[in-house]
């Protein structure tokens, strides 16, 4: 597809579905478009990109279809999509030999990257730079040796050097999306890696997994090959998942028979299901990362408890997303009421002037103990979460008080976030109290 096929296309698009945005213009005037899709302002957005490199513009048929798709039916999308589908519009035209107008002193530029290249081998920009290695994501190791304007492989000058590569990070900062996949050809492979660890790695891994599974496309490492590029761009920098996914089998060469395009769009019709999936897992890995954070909030409180000789227990109240109450055990300086539960109870009322705390939720290191889960339950707070599981062979635990209180309000209760450091510190305690 070249940018005046696009261009016909755009035209045709329903405005009332999409919007159509010119996030950058390219070395030679022409416009770098986003097609918007916001199915809910509240969704998260994603971005779907294409023809970053000039030889792959097949890529852009594809994000054409998905847009048509959503322009012809209603698909159940769980997050709004941020199409880019032609990244690289002057390296397009140059691939697919559109250079006729081109003047006499682009003719000779063009002549001079290109040197005994063929024009459909062409990867780059008009000025010769690979976009794709032109991102600020290790691009002073660069794995490409080429070093001057070329068809291919060259990193530009410095990192974000392009008009390109910019617009293309600025809009991504701008939209902040959940996930970014790129279109590439060829190779039938997913990369998701570029050195993040832990948690981090497993989310973006099994987001991997869920689009392998869809297209039956291998999952590889790019890591010792990978460097500048707009993924590992977002996985560095914007810290979310980001796939590159190369469409079309790799046994044939460029130019990429557009007969292989049924192929494509047959492997990867799950687009939709996938962006959905994906998001499921992001939202979960947020969840938890909320809950720790808050948990971390909670035993720095029970520390400073243990500081001041009293059990190490301690307390959040959280409401939209901000910790509103704090506090620690108190009780051993002579009042029995004062667990670290009600204190923060009775903080978070007061400052809400309210006895009621709806929207709330407790953090606490130890699980409730029948005083403190009366009040959580009197609060109507909305979910418990506590650490360290209470010994309660013979009591209640705080399930079976929310079960049986004989009160119409039930808090959700989950148990066990950062269960090891919580129990750590009571058990901790009271070894030091025995001796
Ligand atoms: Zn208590």
Not at 68 to 82: G, H, V
């Amino acid at each position: 597809m070249n940018y005046n096929q696009l261009q016909k296309f755009l035209k045709k698009l329903d405005k009332n579905k999409f919007s159509i945005k010119i996030i950058g213009k390219t070395w030679m005037g022409k416009n770098i478009y986003a097609v918007l899709y916001e199915k809910n302002p509240s969704f998260l957005w994603s971005i779907l990109s294409a023809g970053i490199h000039a030889r792959e513009n097949l890529s852009c048929n594809l994000i054409c279809h998905q847009i048509m798709q959503l322009n012809k039916q209603n698909i159940d999308l769980k997050c709004n999509i941020a199409f880019l589908p032609m990244i690289n519009p002057d390296g397009i035209e140059i691939c697919l030999r559109k250079t006729q107008n081109f003047n006499k002193k682009w003719q000779k530029r063009l002549k001079n990257i290109l040197k005994n290249q063929n024009n459909c081998m062409f990867k780059a920009n008009f000025r010769g730079v690979d976009l794709n290695n032109n991102f600020d994501a290790n691009w002073q190791n660069q794995y490409t040796k080429v070093a001057s304007p070329c068809s291919h492989g060259y990193y530009g000058k410095k990192p974000f050097s392009e008009k390109e590569s910019r617009a293309v990070a600025e809009f991504t900062k701008k939209i902040s999306p959940f996930i970014t996949i790129s279109y590439h050809l060829k190779g039938e492979e997913i990369y998701y890696d570029f050195f993040q660890t832990g948690r981090l790695r497993q989310r973006d891994k099994k987001i991997a997994e869920i689009f392998g599974y869809s297209t039956g496309y291998q999952i590889k490492s790019t890591e010792n090959f990978s460097s500048g590029g707009y993924k590992d761009w977002c996985v560095q920098k914007m810290k979310i998942p980001a796939l590159t996914i190369e469409l079309g089998d790799d046994n044939f060469s460029h130019p990429f028979p557009a007969t292989e395009f049924k192929q494509i769009l047959q492997k990867n019709q799950g687009i939709f299901d996938c962006l959905n999936k994906s998001l499921l897992v992001y939202n979960m890995f947020e969840e938890k990362l909320m809950e720790e954070k808050f948990m971390t909030e909670a035993l720095c409180l029970a520390k400073i408890a243990y500081k001041k000789d009293e059990v190490p227990i301690g307390a959040v109240v959280v409401k939209d997303g901000k910790i509103i109450a704090k506090a620690y055990n108190q009780r051993e300086h002579g009042d029995a009421t004062k667990h670290a539960e009600i204190i923060a109870i009775s903080k978070a009322c007061k400052k809400l002037k309210d006895f009621r705390l709806v929207d709330c939720d407790i953090y606490v290191t130890l699980e409730p103990c029948t005083m403190c889960m009366g009040a959580i339950l009197n609060a109507r707070i909305k979910n418990l979460y506590f650490g360290a599981y209470a010994n309660k062979q013979n009591v209640l635990s705080s399930e079976e008080i929310n079960e049986r209180s004989g009160l119409n309000h039930k808090t959700n209760i989950t148990g066990g976030v950062l269960k090891q450091d919580c129990e750590n510190l009571v058990k901790q305690y009271f070894a030091e109290k025995r001796k």
